[in-house]
């Protein structure tokens, strides 16, 4: 199985919002509400930020937001901060308790 | 509060094995599954595998079959994951996380880095 496929980087300005798309399908993506996005910083562990789609942790802040269509689900930022830049891997359950995660996107804050 | 506590790092040579540890705390270890993912330098994460904790079922990625053993210890609240024939491009950074199947991975260790080299 090959890993979901993401924007390698995306980029945007303080303030404004991005969103970075994770395709897959329809035997993970598309075939399950249970896509979780995961935020890591350099040299950190990976962290939690929606889960179920459109679902967020306690903690995480409502600038965090998630959906899918179809095959393809998104993770927005909105109102985005310095603190932001990270790299952000969305990951999909596949059935038969596998799981997928995708290639990984670079957030780069301009 | 929920921690993961992975062990040290490791060095090892080719065709060797490695025995990562994961010691759970603040929860009940039981009640959760533990998930493996490891993340090559530089690269994405890899899904590796996971083992229930409350029966010591397991179900491993197609690729690592026969190469990756996944345990348990109820006892102790620690996790083990135990990768043999050890290649160069097992050089990663091993995570354990909390979660398994569908539910989300809400958790991590601080990660192991697993270094193959002669």
């Known amino acids: 199985q090959s890993a979901l496929t993401q924007p390698r980087s995306v980029s945007g300005s303080p303030g404004q919002s991005v969103t970075i798309s994770c395709t897959g399908t329809s035997s993970d993506v598309g075939g399950y509400n249970y896509v979780s996005w995961y935020q890591q910083h350099p040299g950190k562990a990976p962290k939690l930020i929606i889960y179920?789609?459109?679902k967020r942790p306690s903690g995480v802040p409502d600038r965090f937001s998630g959906s899918k269509s179809g095959n393809t689900a998104s993770l927005t930022i909105s109102g985005l901060q310095a603190e932001h830049e990270a790299d952000y891997y969305c990951?999909?359950?596949?059935?038969?308790?596998?799981?997928?995660f995708g290639g990984g996107t670079k957030l780069t804050v301009l | 509060q929920v921690q993961l506590v992975q062990s040290g790092a490791e060095v090892k040579k080719p065709g060797a094995s490695v025995k990562v540890s994961c010691e759970a705390s603040?929860?009940?270890?039981?009640?959760?599954?533990i998930s493996w993912v490891r993340q090559a330098p530089g690269q994405g994460l890899e899904w590796m595998g996971w083992i229930s904790t409350y029966n010591g079922n397991t179900n491993y990625a197609q690729r690592l079959q026969g190469k990756v053993t996944m345990t348990a210890d109820t006892s102790t609240s620690t996790a083990y994951m135990e990768l043999r024939s050890l290649r160069s491009d097992d050089t990663a950074v091993y995570y354990c996380?909390?979660?398994?199947?569908?539910?989300?991975?809400?958790?991590w260790g601080q990660g192991t880095l697993v270094t193959v080299s002669s």
């Open positions: 179920d789609v459109t």
């Open positions: 996380a909390r979660g398994y199947g569908w539910y989300p991975l809400d958790y």
């Open positions: 990951c999909s359950y596949t059935g038969t308790y596998t799981l997928m």
């Open positions: 603040g929860y009940i270890f039981t009640s959760y599954g």
